[in-house]
């Protein structure tokens, strides 16, 4: 059975760091791809960034430079590094497995987790 558990949302003001945490169990963690995706509420999912099996990496326009995504296949654990954190950045993170690495098809994840909420005060 596949499970993916996120951790480390909070709230932190405007400028802030936070680093999520996505420990993987059940599924071969090194295919296809992996990545994060969040929601604000009245809004739709949206892809922040992913992590190919090949290493490779991409990243939403409106993240690119303050955000990094990395893999420790060792520990299972999938991270988003999320630096110069802004208002507009307050969603409920979701980490997604088995998919094409199409920041605009979260469809295409077969699994995801429960969520973890990230809240940034101005």
């Known amino acids: 059975q596949v499970q993916l558990v996120e951790s480390g949302g909070d709230s932190v003001q405007a400028g802030g760091s936070l680093r999520l945490s996505c420990a993987a169990s059940?599924?071969?963690?090194?295919?296809?791809?992996m990545g994060w995706f969040r929601q604000a509420p009245g809004k739709e999912r949206e892809g922040v960034a992913t992590f190919d099996s090949d290493g490779s990496t991409s990243y939403a326009d409106s993240v690119k430079g303050r955000f990094t995504i990395s893999k420790d296949n060792a520990k299972n654990t999938l991270y988003l590094q999320m630096n110069s954190l802004k208002p507009e950045d307050t969603a409920m993170y979701y980490c997604?497995?088995?998919?094409?690495?199409?920041?605009?098809?979260?469809?295409?994840?077969?699994?995801w987790g429960q969520g973890t909420q990230v809240t940034v005060s101005s």
């Open positions: 997604a497995a088995d998919g094409g690495c199409d920041l605009s098809d979260y469809d295409d994840f077969n699994y």
């Open positions: 059940g599924l071969t963690y090194s295919s296809r791809c």
